[in-house]
Nanobody, 120 residues
């Protein structure tokens, strides 16, 4: 059974940092692109960041560029999202996802999400 499990969310103040982790089990995603998405209350799910299997290429939504950094450790089958300079508008449930293949695109594998709340 394939599982993606996020951790590291919590309640922080504006300007603080958090590091999210996504641990995969059931199969290896070392050759798959992986990504982070988020869903704020009353809004649809939106793309945050993605990283190809080698880590050589990363993609970011404009609203997190310069603040968030995505990385992965294929030996641990784990992906990370370092979030700095957090803003109240970053409050959302953050989901990790694994793409169908090497490219950033279709994401059929999803975790259950971890809540990030940023107070002003």
């Amino acid at each position: 059974q394939v599982q993606l499990v996020e951790s590291g969310g919590g309640l922080v103040q504006a300007g603080d940092s958090l590091r999210l982790s996504c641990a995969a089990s059931g199969r290896t995603f070392s050759r798959n692109c992986m990504g982070w998405f988020r869903q704020a209350p009353g809004k649809g799910r939106e793309f945050v960041a993605a990283i190809i299997w080698s880590g050589d290429s990363t993609y970011y939504a404009d609203f997190v560029k310069g603040r968030f950094t995505i990385s992965r450790d294929n030996a641990k089958n784990t992906m990370y999202l370092q979030m700095n300079s957090l803003k109240p508008e970053d409050t959302a449930i953050y989901y990790c996802a694994a793409a169908r293949g090497v490219a950033h695109g279709s994401y059929p594998y999803w975790g259950q999400g971890t809540q990030v709340t940023v107070s002003s």
